[in-house]
């Protein structure tokens, strides 16, 4: 909703002597909010010593699109339980891992690809990244078991296909969790290299990736795909600890 259009409504009603109210942010996706200061419509409209009307952006809009981001991540159940602050470090591995993250956090857009056997922290790290990254920009979550087979159960319909991954090869930042797990066919490859090629070509978006594949493994598969990984990801691919936390 734009303040602009919001001031000429109320000019109109004025003119004609009606009172109206604006409506409400909820369906822009912006709810989840309560703000006395605007009433719940993102813009405060204020009236000039002139008599004429002007609008300015309320405070509340910097929260409404932190939530807006936040729900269409798909992250929002995970943020909670996967933060920094709950980023045990006992050992040095896990302690450089968590110091390299939080410069990846404050550095220019580059990847970050970090693998390890399950239970190692890795997805931790990553959606602490995240959470970091998204009071900023854009996050999208992608499970790559769950997401690539809706993908290529989706390739025979080419416009489905191209709005799905068109999100994938844009969003300014990308999660990719899971990265080949359980999936190393030619189709995979295929798409595993759609994706991060188009990401590779724009140096302004993110690329968060966890994998139980080491960065070796992904070049003696695919050196094209591999080679991308390793370009955008250097100063930031690391090897998560070998033992199982979950299980400690």
Known sequence: ??????IEALKRAQQSGISITTETLDDYGLGGVECEKCGNTGTIIKKSADGSLYARECE???KRR???RLRESGL???FPRYTFEKYETPDTVRKKAKEKALLYCEAEPAWFYVSGRSGSGKSHLCAAICSRLIEKQEVYYM???DESVKLKAEVMDTEQYEKHIKKLKTVSCLYIDDFLKGSESDADIRLAFEILNARYANTKLRTVISSEWDIKDVLERDEALGGRIYERSRGYLLQAPDD???LR
């Not at 909703?1 to 919001?6: G, P």
């Open 76 to 78: 929002a159940d995970i």
């Open 66 to 68: 932190y939530l807006k």
């Open 143 to 145: 499970s790559w078991r």
């Open 244 to 246: 199982n936390w979950r």
């Open 60 to 62: 509340c809009m910097n």
């Open 1 to 6: 909703m734009q303040a602009q259009a919001i």
